[in-house]
């Protein structure tokens, strides 16, 4: 388990804390929108933290080619029609290049500083010339009015419950998913980031912002500095 994370509920559990039953019940958001949106069609994904390929099986139908790497071998074996790599994304180097590099799940915030330059140099390593990094940040509000709920229409609740701060700038967040057999929770670290220190981020891994695919600007489309 990584420092500072952990979950508790039924089943196999990731590095991170996150349950792999749990992730294979819930619904696919707005990825593959935002994705199919900024990205030309039939382009080459890398998906930096698949999981149990809930955007990587949407994205696949949708005539994308995706290669989804993941830390879990256990989220990995639900993965369908994807090539798949199991490894640590800060230490991936594949020796070749794709359209578009991933980064969603809010991993650009990870609390620890050495693990998001990982993350970002790896985007770079893998992003073909001309191409793409659609990265996921946090909203405004991730950190504040706590605690806060989300009844999903799939029969689930979500609940923030606190978010603490336990060093500089990096918050200990804990979530509850409950479900009418099940409950879930998870605890995690995330370093909250201004518009300025995300773009000293992708600026130090050698991206700029090109722009945002969201009007609240959680999605953003990134490219080389020199491009």
Do not use: N
Request: aromatic residues 4%; charged residues 25%.
């Amino acid at each position: 388990m990584r420092e500072g994370h952990k979950g508790t509920g039924p089943g196999a559990m990731t590095p991170d804390g996150c349950a792999v039953e749990l992730y294979s019940r819930l619904p696919v958001g707005k990825e593959p929108d935002v994705v199919s949106a900024a990205v030309p069609a039939g382009a080459q994904i890398l998906e930096l933290g698949s999981g149990v390929g809930r955007v990587t099986h949407a994205l696949l139908e949708r005539g994308f080619t995706v290669t989804a790497v993941d830390e879990s071998a256990d989220m990995l074996e639900r993965v369908r029609g994807a090539r798949t790599i199991c490894a640590s994304i800060e230490d991936l180097d594949l020796g070749e290049t794709f359209d578009v590099v991933m980064l969603a799940s809010f991993l650009v915030h990870s609390g620890d500083v050495d693990v998001r330059r990982g993350l970002l140099r790896t985007c770079v390593r893998h992003v073909a010339e001309g191409g793409c990094v659609l990265i996921q940040r946090e909203g405004a509000d991730h950190h504040t009015d706590l605690p806060r709920e989300r009844v999903d229409p799939s029969g689930f609740t979500l609940r923030i419950l606190s978010s603490e701060p336990v060093g500089e700038g990096v918050h200990s967040v804990h979530a509850e998913y409950e479900f009418p057999d099940a409950v879930w929770t998870q605890t995690f670290r995330a370093r909250p980031l201004t518009g300025e220190q995300f773009e000293e981020a992708l600026a130090e891994a050698g991206l700029r912002v090109d722009r945002c695919l969201t009007e609240d600007g959680t999605w953003v489309r990134a490219v080389r500095a020199g491009e």
